[in-house]
């Protein structure tokens, strides 16, 4: 491949943009001033609680390296552990380390919102140490983690991570150079025994990658005013092995992808985030179809808008990352094997539920509705078109298992018509403005996750899950009639009183939960899927561009409707029916959890009687509405966690 110089069109002065000095001895002399940030251990009355606090650690005095540990603060009041994100920072692999006061504010940042453990690596920087320096120490930083987890008494324990580490679900993160260690460092640790700890997911923010052709995006912004060509060829120059050029395994992600073929099809989930006015973006989309042809399950987000490394500079922008890794982190847990018969279900046999049931909304083609999830990457999906094909051609039950990868995402309004289908049943048979409240979920991108199979070509929705304020869309007409028939179905006087007040004067702090999904979305997810819209709303009282905004989503209750099954002589004397029969069947798992901390709440028959199965022939259809406390939300959420992972 030809070497399409730089030099011939820009003016560029590599060395002094890096503000570099070359020494005989061939290391650096940095020029760049460098803010660096103490950590903080502990947090101190006289001065602002920190959001996340910091320490330093060692990792290999051989090396000369560390680690710097991130806490959220206060830890969040769930119970459950944090999962655990190994940081590499950007840099060009010749600048910059943990403390440098954008990396460690990042890092702060991320631990407290995802929230997280954040351990940020103190790696070797070229040209002192050239590549595979780095690459060696991040895998260090693996196998220090893995120690951790392994013997959590012993001399180098540390205690944030002994009490707080869910070693269960680890992920590799790196921005830009950083992104390039995380990926070498993810296929390197694929070799290695890592158990207990397991790497779940990884992150590549911006990640750096080059070659010796150029590509359209490096020759459209070769004189870029954060990474322009003739910067990035020596930082390159001075980073990779001596004698090597661009189109090195370490810099070539096509040449790297011939090399480790087999090995990148056994990596995890992978998140790639990228901007429309970085010179690398071509590079990064070219990995992306090289991880997607080796059945990796990638979710990649590109923006037309940004640079490389703008996170660093704006605000929205770092919110926007975080808030994507935290679907991302969601989702990166939720790909289950599930057997077809209930006693599989990870829920006890003994709750008041219908196991694998999830609403009213029980969907066919044409959304693909999976009947045995799997895990794995390069899965085969199995329609329920397919499993029909295939029993109509043998007398044989088909017993096949299916692989699904659920993904979570904002609502965009390409899914309309998926998420009007979840809803098509939510007020009953009531005729209703539906497709205007289906816009007011797709338009609230920034609270509302929708789930979906990645890559799935007909893009078939499995659940939704938002919450709307009901002061702010009070003018809207299916606010309105949705408000009409909540209290026209209330027959109960003294929760008639509350409704209205709550959907009247006190609706400016109401907000409605909506979830609906199909009936055999594996309960697995919801966790994940509640811990992703209560934090989402917890954001957006800090990130709403406009006070008003933010205010309106400062709740003070949530209104849920929902269905279940009652037991049609559940108000007379038991004796009238078996006595193993329970007065209520919770549809949904969680509305069991909802039903007992809500403050008040109301039945009523449904008119749309659906049929149902033989066991619940002394049972009928009845809507459920329930007023839940914000306060009452972190027990919620630990009650959840409980119920879906119980043995």
């Known amino acids: 491949m030809a070497d399409h110089s730089s030099s011939a069109t820009s003016s560029i002065d590599p060395y002094e943009f890096l503000q570099i000095k070359p020494n005989p001895d061939g290391s650096l002399t940095r020029l760049r001033p460098i803010p660096t940030v103490d950590p903080t251990p502990t947090a101190h009355s006289n001065a602002p609680p920190p959001i996340a606090l910091s320490k330093d650690l060692p990792l290999n005095s051989a090396a000369k390296t560390s680690v710097r540990v991130f806490l959220p603060h206060p830890l969040p009041p769930s119970p459950s552990k944090l999962p655990v994100l190994i940081y590499y920072h950007g840099g060009g692999f010749i600048y910059y380390h943990p403390s440098s006061s954008g990396f460690h504010d990042s890092c702060v940042s991320l631990s407290a919102r995802l929230p997280a453990i954040i351990i940020s690596v103190d790696y070797r920087l070229a040209p002192e140490h050239r590549l595979p320096a780095a690459y060696d120490d991040a895998v260090d930083a693996i196998q220090w983690v893995r120690k951790q987890a392994t013997d959590p008494n012993g001399s180098e324990s540390d205690p944030w991570l002994r009490d707080h580490a869910d070693f269960s679900r680890c992920y590799l993160m790196g921005s830009s150079a950083g992104g390039n260690i995380a990926y070498f460092a993810c296929l390197r640790a694929l070799d290695l025994d890592l158990s207990p700890m397991k790497i779940v997911g990884l992150i590549l923010n911006v990640p750096y990658f080059g070659g010796v052709e150029r590509t359209e995006s490096e020759l459209r912004l070769v004189n870029d005013h954060m990474l322009p060509l003739a910067a990035n060829d020596l930082m390159w120059a001075l980073s990779l092995p001596g004698g090597a050029d661009r189109d090195h395994e370490y810099c070539n992600p096509t040449v790297g992808g011939e090399i480790h073929k087999e090995k990148i099809g056994r990596l995890p989930m992978c998140f790639v985030n990228g901007y429309g ?62 057997a077809e018969e209930p006693s599989s279900s990870p829920i006890p046999q003994n709750r008041r539920c219908l196991v694998g049931c999830a609403g009213a909304t029980s969907i066919q083609a044409p959304i693909r509705a999976p009947f045995i999830f799997g895990i794995g990457n390069g899965f085969s999906k199995h329609t329920l078109e397919e499993k029909t094909e295939q029993s109509e051609s043998s007398d044989e039950e088909f017993e096949g298992i299916v692989q699904a990868d659920f993904s979570f995402f904002d609502p965009k309004p390409g899914d309309f018509h998926g998420v009007k289908t979840l809803l098509q049943t939510y007020l009953d048979d009531e005729q209703w403005d539906l497709s205007s409240f289906v816009d007011l979920i797709l338009g609230q991108t920034t609270v509302g996750t929708v789930v979906k199979i990645e890559d799935d070509e007909d893009e078939g929705l499995f659940a939704v899950v938002t919450a709307l304020n009901l002061w702010r869309y009070r003018e809207q007409r299916c606010i309105t009639e949705l408000k009409q028939y909540l209290l026209k179905v209330c027959k109960e006087k003294d929760v008639l009183d509350q409704l209205r007040f709550l959907l009247g004067e006190q609706a400016h702090n109401v907000g409605l939960l909506v979830s609906q999904r199909v009936v055999n979305l594996p309960p697995q997810l919801l966790p994940h899927l509640y811990d992703a819209l209560f934090d989402e709303v917890s954001w957006a009282t800090e990130d709403e561009p406009t006070e008003q905004l933010r205010s309106s989503f400062q709740f003070v209750h949530y209104v849920i409707f929902s269905k279940i099954y009652k037991h049609k002589n559940a108000e007379q004397n038991r004796k009238h029916h078996n006595d193993s029969d329970e007065a209520i069947i919770y549809i949904k798992p969680e509305d069991e959890i909802f039903h007992k901390l809500s403050s008040w709440s109301f039945s009523f028959p449904l008119r749309t009687q659906q049929p149902a199965p033989r066991e619940l022939k002394n049972y009928r259809s009845m809507g459920l509405v329930m007023a839940v406390e914000v306060d009452k939300i972190p027990t919620f959420r630990q009650e959840l966690r409980s119920l879906i992972t119980e043995p």
């Open 277 to 338: 006015g970085d010179p690398l973006m071509d590079k990064q989309k070219e990995l992306v179809k090289i991880l997607e042809a080796r059945g990796v399950h990638v979710v990649c987000y590109f923006t037309e808008d940004g640079f490389h490394g703008v996170e660093l500079f704006d605000p929205a922008k770092a919110q926007a990352l975080c808030h994507n890794i935290h679907k991302f982190m969601a989702t990166s847990n939720t790909t289950f094997t599930l």
